[in-house]
């Protein structure tokens, strides 16, 4: 059995395993990926000591030390149920099963889906959950982002370098997410904003070649080759067993990171902490490890 | 005899450096199209895999979309 085990490695896993090994902790990390979110990420500004640096260079740095302490860490392993019985809690993944005195959650968020007609028919085919991916394929391209927060912002800025023309379809009354981004975007000549405006099909025939939207209660279509979903992301925490969460699924800590759950522990963008950043869910991380650590040591 | 392995990727997409990562720490020579600049390459990959997700795999024909570990195992016999 081990101390701790840390599910997830975006910034919350990957900064408690950095203060796990400090601790000499008996402990391992089970992910599907590294970096989560942040590795999706497009140009990143507000993580201190950075005034500048892309997602995937900041998941290498994040990864660069996890790594340097000779950590387990167990990639391409998806959890499928945490279950706590007596004193012990059993994660289980689909390939194996592990167990620890104590374990972090910190497994995130994945992008929420449109829910429209041929959203699936057109995965991969012209529909994109990653900009920073899939972005530079619609040079000269027409294309849309759905979404109108700080992510499909983000998108907005790497497709106005790419795409011939970029529309932004949004479906409250203004754009949300930072004002600095905004400015950027609604300065780009690119780029028509569509507020109060929903997605309601996406066409094609082999690829994607419109978008049908709902534009203030009038039907129009949108000829596009590109569509990008950046519509908000959903908690990762359905295979945590009897967990409170909150109506998003959000699993509800303390400020100890505790959850109802004697030893678990959760962190990060999983969690039902205000603002999901990058820096906020790093600093998590660090406080998750060292209340599991006190609790490990007492157990 | 090792295989002939090409990759068709964006410099952004972190699986893209991920699955390349994989390449070399398994020892495994690719070939590296990057479509962002390569727009023959790009027409390409969309015509061999019928999508345009990145990253996109031929292992000596078969294509592989997505790093999907088990089936590029597979595929390299590794």
Same mark, same amino acid.
């Given at each position: 059995?081990?101390?701790?085990?840390?599910i997830?490695?975006?910034?919350?896993?990957?900064?408690? &395993?950095?203060?796990a090994?400090?601790?000499?902790?008996?402990?391992?990390?089970? *992910?599907?990926?590294?970096g989560?979110?942040?590795?999706?990420s497009?140009?990143?500004?507000?993580?201190?000591?950075?005034?500048?640096?892309?997602?995937?260079d900041?998941?290498?740095?994040f990864? $660069?030390?996890?790594?340097?302490?000779?950590?387990?860490?167990?990639?391409?392993?998806? +959890?499928?149920?945490?279950?706590?019985?007596?004193?012990?809690? &059993?994660?289980?993944?689909?390939?194996s099963?592990?167990?620890?005195?104590?374990?972090? +959650?910190?497994?995130?968020?994945r992008?929420?889906? =449109?829910?429209?007609?041929?959203?699936?028919?057109?995965?991969?085919?012209?529909?994109?959950?990653?900009?920073?991916?899939?972005?530079?394929?619609?040079?000269?391209?027409?294309?849309?982002?759905?979404?109108?927060?700080?992510?499909?912002?983000?998108?907005?800025?790497?497709?106005?370098k790419?795409?011939?023309? *970029?529309?932004?379809? %949004?479906?409250?009354?203004?754009?949300g997410? $930072?004002?600095?981004?905004?400015?950027?975007?609604?300065q780009?000549?690119?780029?028509?904003? =569509?507020?109060?405006?929903?997605? *309601?099909?996406?066409? @094609?025939?082999?690829?994607? %070649?419109?978008?049908?939207?709902?534009?203030?209660?009038?039907?129009?279509?949108?000829?596009? $080759?590109?569509?990008?979903? $950046?519509?908000?992301?959903i908690?990762?925490?359905?295979?945590?067993?009897?967990?409170?969460?909150?109506?998003?699924?959000?699993?509800?800590?303390?400020?100890?990171?505790?959850?109802?759950?004697? @030893?678990?522990?959760?962190?990060?963008? +999983? *969690?039902? +902490?205000?603002?999901?950043?990058?820096?906020?869910?790093?600093g998590e991380? &660090?406080?998750?490890?060292?209340?599991?650590?006190?609790?490990?040591?007492?157990? | 005899? #090792?295989?002939?392995?090409? /990759?068709?990727?964006?410099?952004?997409?972190?699986?893209? /450096?991920?699955?390349?990562?994989?390449?070399?720490d398994?020892? /495994? #020579?690719?070939?590296?199209?990057?479509? #962002? #600049?390569?727009?023959?390459?790009?027409?390409?990959?969309?015509?061999?895999?019928?999508?345009?997700?990145?990253?996109?795999?031929?292992?000596?024909?078969? /294509?592989?979309?997505?790093?999907?570990?088990?089936?590029?195992?597979?595929?390299?016999?590794?």
């Amino acid at each position: 059995m081990h101390d701790l085990i840390i599910i997830g490695a975006g910034p919350a896993g990957i900064t408690a &395993s950095v203060y796990a090994a400090r601790k000499a902790m008996d402990f391992l990390v089970l *992910t599907g990926d590294i970096g989560g979110q942040t590795a999706w990420s497009g140009d990143i500004e507000n993580y201190t000591g950075y005034q500048f640096i892309t997602g995937p260079d900041l998941v290498g740095k994040f990864e $660069e030390h996890m790594l340097s302490y000779n950590t387990s860490v167990k990639e391409g392993e998806e +959890v499928i149920a945490v279950d706590r019985a007596g004193e012990v809690i &059993s994660v289980k993944t689909h390939k194996s099963s592990y167990q620890a005195k104590a374990v972090i +959650v910190a497994s995130g968020k994945r992008s929420k889906e =449109l829910n429209v007609p041929g959203e699936k028919e057109f995965k991969n085919k012209g529909i994109s959950y990653c900009a920073t991916c899939d972005g530079p394929l619609f040079n000269a391209k027409n294309v849309a982002i759905i979404g109108g927060g700080n992510s499909a912002l983000d998108a907005a800025l790497q497709l106005v370098k790419i795409a011939r023309y *970029t529309y932004i379809i %949004n479906n409250t009354p203004q754009l949300g997410g $930072e004002a600095l981004m905004r400015q950027k975007i609604e300065q780009a000549r690119n780029v028509e904003i =569509l507020n109060n405006a929903a997605v *309601t099909a996406v066409l @094609g025939g082999k690829m994607v %070649n419109a978008v049908k939207i709902n534009h203030n209660g009038e039907e129009k279509i949108l000829f596009v $080759e590109g569509v990008f979903v $950046e519509i908000g992301l959903i908690p990762n925490s359905d295979f945590v067993k009897g967990v409170e969460k909150n109506s998003r699924g959000e699993i509800k800590v303390n400020s100890r990171n505790e959850t109802n759950i004697p @030893g678990l522990f959760a962190a990060g963008d +999983v *969690t039902d +902490v205000p603002e999901k950043q990058i820096i906020i869910a790093a600093g998590e991380g &660090s406080k998750a490890c060292l209340s599991a650590f006190r609790y490990a040591a007492q157990h | 005899m #090792a295989k002939n392995v090409k /990759i068709y990727s964006t410099p952004t997409c972190p699986w893209c /450096i991920r699955v390349k990562q994989f390449f070399k720490d398994n020892n /495994i #020579a690719f070939e590296d199209y990057d479509v #962002a #600049a390569d727009r023959l390459k790009a027409d390409e990959m969309v015509k061999k895999s019928g999508q345009m997700g990145v990253p996109v795999l031929d292992i000596e024909g078969e /294509i592989i979309v997505g790093f999907d570990r088990e089936k590029i195992k597979q595929s390299l016999g590794i």
